[in-house]
């Protein structure tokens, strides 16, 4: 896996984060700020799932283990990290149910193309509505990984789930689907953390770790890490937070594996930075955010 990614085009497209925390001029024009341009990319990562969760699949991917059927982004690593004895699922934390059964890899990957999308001198927001760049994002990660997903199926689950101003069409997605292409400038190969993580962990002993951790990377999908660094090193930040939370002693392993503790290290700030930050967003935070895209013509 390290030797194809390291020559892959996910490593050569990866960013410093100042060049993804980039609102563009447009954007701008609109009152769109960056707090407003992050939140607007986590709603979207969250739609993604939930689109996810209506549509069917057939999927080439292999079976993926019992430990995390089902495991909803952040439920678990929120109810861990903060002790939340009474959490309940906010807008930002969504249940993606059953991602074995839902094509994780394809939920991933769609998540990862639209954030590609707005990233550095690629496109505006008020140029690529979200909403609509969002559920093409995922039709074109389907036929990436090598599903099947139907564009009649999609645009049926995207009017029960959208208002009726956003209610798109086949003609609609198939537009845009090219438009993303030429956006991402046809790469569409993307590495996740999920199987280095499955091998870290079986090599550490710390298979006792997998849902947690599994949550933690899961939630990794809200922020833009998947755009900044190479995604072992995202699965083992993972691993480390995990383990500090369940008090489990890794020091000679890290040692061992001979990576850059301060960039592990400054990973997990960034995840538990993120938790800090969004424990709780007030629905009108997140209608003011996108009443500043323009409205659908």
Same mark, same amino acid.
């Given at each position: 896996?390290?030797?194809?990614?390291?020559?892959?085009?996910?490593?050569?497209?990866?960013?410093?984060?100042?060049?993804?925390?980039?609102?563009?001029?447009?954007?701008?024009?609109?009152?769109?700020?960056?707090?407003?341009?992050?939140?607007?990319?986590?709603?979207?990562?969250?739609?993604?799932?939930?689109?996810?969760?209506?549509?069917?699949?057939?999927?080439?991917?292999?079976?993926?283990?019992?430990?995390?059927?089902?495991?909803?982004?952040?439920?678990?690593?929120?109810?861990?990290?903060?002790?939340?004895?009474?959490?309940?699922?906010?807008?930002?934390?969504?249940?993606?149910?059953?991602?074995?059964?839902?094509?994780?890899?394809?939920?991933?990957?769609?998540?990862?193309?639209?954030?590609?999308?707005? $990233?550095?001198?690629?496109?505006?927001?008020?140029? !690529?509505? &979200?909403? +609509?760049? =969002?559920?093409?994002?995922? *039709?074109? %990660?389907?036929?990436?990984?090598?599903?099947?997903?139907?564009?009649?199926?999609?645009?049926?689950?995207?009017?029960?789930?959208?208002?009726?101003?956003?209610?798109?069409?086949?003609?609609?997605?198939?537009?845009?689907?090219?438009?993303?292409?030429?956006?991402?400038?046809?790469?569409?190969?993307?590495?996740?953390?999920?199987?280095?993580?499955?091998?870290?962990?079986?090599?550490?002993?710390?298979?006792?770790?997998?849902?947690?951790?599994?949550?933690?990377?899961?939630? $990794?999908?809200?922020?833009?890490?998947?755009?900044? !660094?190479? &995604?072992? +090193?995202? =699965?083992?930040?993972?691993? *480390?937070? %995990?383990?500090?939370?369940?008090?489990?002693?890794?020091?000679?392993?890290?040692?061992?594996?001979?990576?850059?503790?301060?960039?592990?290290?400054?990973?997990?700030?960034?995840?538990?930075?993120?938790?800090?930050?969004?424990?709780?967003?007030?629905?009108?935070?997140?209608?003011?955010?996108?009443?500043?895209?323009?409205?659908?013509?």
């Amino acid at each position: 896996m390290a030797a194809n990614f390291w020559t892959s085009s996910h490593y050569k497209q990866l960013r410093e984060q100042e060049e993804v925390d980039v609102v563009q001029p447009l954007d701008k024009e609109k009152g769109i700020t960056l707090e407003d341009f992050k939140l607007i990319k986590m709603q979207m990562a969250n739609y993604i799932g939930r689109l996810a969760q209506s549509v069917k699949v057939r999927q080439r991917l292999g079976k993926i283990t019992s430990e995390t059927d089902s495991i909803s982004i952040g439920y678990w690593t929120l109810k861990y990290l903060l002790d939340l004895e009474d959490f309940q699922e906010t807008p930002m934390v969504i249940r993606l149910g059953g991602l074995s059964r839902i094509h994780l890899w394809v939920v991933a990957t769609a998540i990862s193309y639209m954030r590609r999308v707005y $990233t550095r001198e690629l496109k505006a927001m008020t140029e !690529y509505d &979200p909403r +609509l760049v =969002a559920p093409t994002s995922l *039709y074109l %990660a389907a036929k990436a990984e090598e599903s099947t997903v139907q564009a009649r199926l999609l645009v049926f689950y995207i009017r029960k789930l959208c208002t009726e101003e956003y209610r798109y069409d086949i003609k609609d997605i198939l537009e845009m689907e090219m438009k993303i292409l030429e956006a991402l400038n046809y790469y569409l190969v993307v590495f996740h953390p999920y199987r280095a993580l499955t091998q870290l962990l079986q090599d550490a002993n710390l298979n006792d770790l997998t849902q947690l951790s599994w949550g933690l990377v899961n939630d $990794t999908y809200k922020m833009d890490l998947i755009l900044i !660094y190479p &995604p072992h +090193l995202i =699965a083992l930040a993972c691993i *480390y937070i %995990a383990s500090v939370q369940k008090d489990k002693e890794t020091t000679t392993w890290f040692e061992e594996l001979r990576v850059d503790m301060n960039v592990v290290k400054n990973i997990s700030m960034e995840i538990l930075d993120f938790y800090d930050n969004h424990r709780s967003i007030p629905e009108e935070r997140i209608t003011a955010a996108f009443n500043k895209l323009p409205m659908r013509p």
